[in-house]
């Protein structure tokens, strides 16, 4: 079993910047690829970025060119920087591993951004 913890969530003004972290419990963390979503009210969770367990990353086109995500395997954790934030960022934001055939999913963290 799989436990994912978010954090680094907050408010931030347009034009701002969060670091999103995600901690993973056990071993696998290294083996498997992680996922972050997010959801806003309202609306249906869309995928944000992926990073393979080789790091090749993958973005959703809303956020290429201002979010970055990455992993750290000695650590146990992945990350979503997020620069240039816009109003439309705001959600709860999840990351995710599917670790043979189940997917584990975080709590989620709130990013708002607002002036």
């Known amino acids: 079993q799989v436990q994912l913890v978010e954090s680094g969530g907050g408010l931030v003004q347009p034009g701002g910047s969060l670091r999103l972290s995600c901690a993973a419990s056990?071993?696998?963390?290294?083996?498997?690829?992680l996922d972050w979503y997010r959801q806003a009210p309202g609306k249906q969770r869309e995928l944000v970025a992926r990073?393979?367990?080789?790091?090749?990353?993958n973005y959703a086109d809303f956020v290429k060119g201002r979010f970055t995500i990455s992993r750290d395997n000695a650590k146990n954790t992945g990350y979503l920087q997020m620069n240039s934030l816009k109003p439309e960022d705001s959600a709860v934001y999840y990351c995710k591993m599917g670790v043979d055939g189940y997917d584990y999913w975080g709590q989620g963290t709130q990013v708002t951004v607002s002036s």
């Open positions: 990073i393979t367990s080789r790091s090749i990353t």
């Open positions: 056990g071993s696998m963390f290294r083996l498997y690829a």
